[in-house]
């Protein structure tokens, strides 16, 4: 696209990528989880809303100015546990990115859930990896990337508190801590 092109382009150019970008997500989740299933098909375990919300980074660059408040929403969907304790799951939402622009994202990841210590009733520790596709407008023109991400998430069957680390890559990103609220919505 050129910076003369007519904004109905644009605007139709943008809903194609996005189109496409779930499409391209949606056949990658399904693949994955019945790759990981045994080729039977996986029971739905909860539903859960996610709250973006807070983005620290840690390596501020000097004059620039960043968006630490990534409101947005979007969904959780943990299957039953595969193995020993290994929770695969796939998710989807949006978020106003540290340069304020809108960043949407799918994806899947799996998390091994560690046992709580008898000080901490309750509580669990999960650690895993995030993969997923994304939209940013400063990168690629807003069309899909695919990133792999490592996870960190701290609560109780009702609510946790996910911790994503995005490290620096090549001078194009800030290193991040970027975190979520999880809330249950739904046992299926």
Do not use: C
């Not at 546990?81 to 809108?102: M, T, V």
């Not at 994304?134 to 609510?159: A, C, Q, W």
Request: hydrophobic share 40%; glycine share 6%; no cysteine.
């Amino acid at each position: 696209m050129s910076i003369n092109t007519p904004p109905q382009e644009l605007a139709s150019s943008n809903q194609v990528t996005i189109y496409r970008f779930f499409i391209v997500s949606l056949y990658l989740l399904l693949t994955l989880f019945l790759s990981l299933s045994n080729n039977t098909v996986a029971k739905a375990d909860e539903l859960s809303l996610i709250i973006n919300g807070k983005a620290i980074h840690t390596a501020k660059i000097a004059g620039v100015k960043y968006n630490e408040r990534n409101l947005g929403m979007g969904l959780h969907y943990q299957f039953n546990q595969l193995g020993k304790n290994w929770y695969p799951y796939i998710y989807a939402g949006g978020f106003s990115d540290s340069k304020e622009n809108p960043s949407y994202y799918m994806g899947t990841g799996i998390s091994y859930r560690f046992k709580t210590l008898n000080f901490l009733p309750g509580i669990h520790i999960d650690a895993g990896l995030n993969s997923f596709l994304m939209t940013r407008e400063d990168v690629n023109d807003n069309s899909p990337f695919p990133g792999v991400l490592p996870m960190l998430s701290i609560g109780n069957k009702h609510t946790a508190m996910n911790i994503i680390y995005i490290p620096e890559i090549d001078n194009k990103t800030e290193e991040v801590w970027f975190m979520q609220l999880k809330i249950r919505i739904a046992r299926i």
